[in-house]
């Protein structure tokens, strides 16, 4: 059975992911300045951060329209996408009214909308993970199964080099950005089971943070290790980081990590427009 798969562009995908024709993504539209800007490849992250440097206002983000997921739906026998937390944006909204759209069409259509409950590199390990059962020659009832359930296990950490965004859109007071910026302390931030954001510790400048964020993912995965269940076990997951614009931080990240879990594999993805809007230049987001 042919199958297509459908990221929001807040899916940072890797080039070999972009390279596979059965891969699409419905692409988001940021807001600066009064441009709006389509996330999608013309996306220039370099210009973009310069101007959210320079702008006193804060960039916004508007998700597709069911019609840029239903474009797609006829493109295969079964159809998968993934998109941004549901509680974080309307994307996930958007693309089950496209499948409902779709279904009272074509009512035999095999077509499952994932909330990744995460974002970025969460989301592209997700995709990764559907890749992976179609090779094995699963159904698309036991994909679907099995790639929820690694939602449900997967976690998702990330550190900001700077809380400007969430300043200039409120959700940080003045006072307390001026302190955290003072003191260079930098947030390890975590989604949570619902797909929302908290706080999970942090430390004085970004080195440590990451250091710290590498001990509390070595502290899981011990635990992980000792599950029943194979798939919890660290050498059988794969460990993804994002970065804004900041090559030697994920590297950084990459190493600090290594050095105290053995993950099957490693990927480092630079983000795309949505990703970038949020994390700012220089953050991090890490998926495992």
Known sequence: MSYVIIGDSC???TDEL???PNIFSAPLTLEIEGKTIIDDETFDQLSFIETVKNSKDYPKSACPSPEAFMKHFDKADEVYVVTLSGALSGSYGS???ARNLYLEDHPDAKIHVFDSCSASVGQ???????I????????FEETVEIAEKYRERKQTRFILDTLETFRKNGRINNLAFLVIS???IKPIMMGTVEGKIDRLDQARGTNKSIKLMAEHIAKEMKEAAASSNPDDHPENRILGISHCNTPERAELAKNAISALVHFKDIIVVNMGGVSTTYANDGGIIVAY
């Open 11 to 13: 899916t940072d995908l």
């Open 18 to 20: 972009k390279s596979m």
């Open 95 to 97: 693309a089950v009214l």
């Open 124 to 130: 592209t390990l997700i995709v990764m993970k559907i």
């Open 132 to 139: 992976e059962c179609k090779e094995a020659g699963k159904s």
């Open 182 to 184: 003072t003191l260079n």
